[in-house]
């Protein structure tokens, strides 16, 4: 059972500290879990945002939150060459990936200054303690013209829409998520989304850090969106 409550979500190092045992608590199931409750679509989104990476091949992309591998085994296929880092121990227990893996905080990567050639990140930011630090840490791991995708869930912006995925977030995936996995994990992570800051204020403070052209998309009518930028 994860030891966390889904009505109060957590902040600073209590929020490190559950939120990692939660990822390590339910990590067995994760890769079946997220494949039901979206239908297959995180599949296609990873790929799309490898391919939207825009960086030769044999490049340098650290996957960040890298959970079982997922993104790195499509980098990989990429031709890129991905590290995996994370900081669930349960996560890189369970990962499906040859490529070489980190525990690590991604508040302090241990990586070099500018030391890689990318960055790619899937549907983590709202679980990190400090989103500006972080940025501060991927403009001082990515060399300049590297490159870095960040890819989350969002909410649609079309009324009708966005209410049926709330239903569907809010109800069905706590139910699936209990019947495969752990439900208080599954009620805690739709409700995490209030930790995700609006897409133009993300924009702001990924450039600021030192990214530009930040370019922003939704995919699938809005139910997931992508953040690509550029180190300057």
Known sequence: MVDIDPDQLPEGAQKRAQVTSMFDAIAP??????????FGLDVRWRRATVRRLGLAPGSTIVDLACGTGDFC????????????????MGMLREARTDAPLVNADV???????????????GFALRNFVELHGFFDELARV???GGRIALLEVAEPTNRALRRGHGIYF???????????SDRTAYQYLPKSVAYLPAAPVLEAAIAEAGFTPVEHTRLSGGIAQLFLATRR
């Open 73 to 88: 085994r499509d980098l990989d296929r990429a031709a890129l060459h991905p590290v995996g880092m994370d900081l669930s």
């Open 170 to 180: 809010g109800s069905v995936v706590p139910f699936i998520g209990g019947v495969l």
């Open 29 to 38: 199931r994760y890769d079946l879990v997220n494949r039901i409750m979206t």
């Open 107 to 121: 508040l302090s990567l241990p990586l070099p200054d500018g030391g890689v050639d990318g960055v790619t990140c």
């Open 142 to 144: 990515v060399r300049p």
